[in-house]
């Protein structure tokens, strides 16, 4: 059975940083489609990156272009999200998704999901 999971979260200040990462418990993950999505409090979970099986091509929410990052480590087994100048909009629980097929996406439609880890930003 395959297990995503999240690390990385916690409390920082606006305009802080933080990196969260996902892994799996499969060496396969490495060649697999990954998403970030976000769920804050009394919202629906919301898309916020994804990056290819290559990773070579990358997918980002409007509301995050240009202050996150995603990336993988093939060699780590491990997809990163690299956030900067966070709000505290941003302030939601996080969740790593994964598929073995399909093209870079923003939609839900992934087959395995972590738990998530979550991530908070005063203001």
């Known amino acids: 059975q395959v297990h995503l999971v999240e690390s990385g979260g916690g409390l920082v200040q606006a305009g802080g940083s933080l990196r969260l990462s996902c892994t799996a418990n499969t060496h396969t993950f490495s060649t697999w489609l990954v998403g970030w999505f976000r769920q804050a409090p009394g919202e629906e979970q919301e898309f916020v990156a994804s990056i290819s099986r290559s990773g070579d091509n990358t997918l980002y929410a409007d509301s995050v272009k240009g202050r996150f990052a995603i990336s993988r480590d093939k060699t780590k087994n491990t997809v990163s999200l690299e956030m900067n100048s966070l709000n505290p909009e941003d302030t939601a629980d996080y969740y790593c998704?994964?598929?073995?097929?399909?093209?870079?996406?923003?939609?839900?439609?992934?087959?395995?999901w972590g738990l998530g880890t979550q991530v908070t930003v005063s203001s």
């Open positions: 998704a994964a598929d073995g097929t399909g093209v870079v996406r923003g939609t839900r439609d992934y087959q395995y």
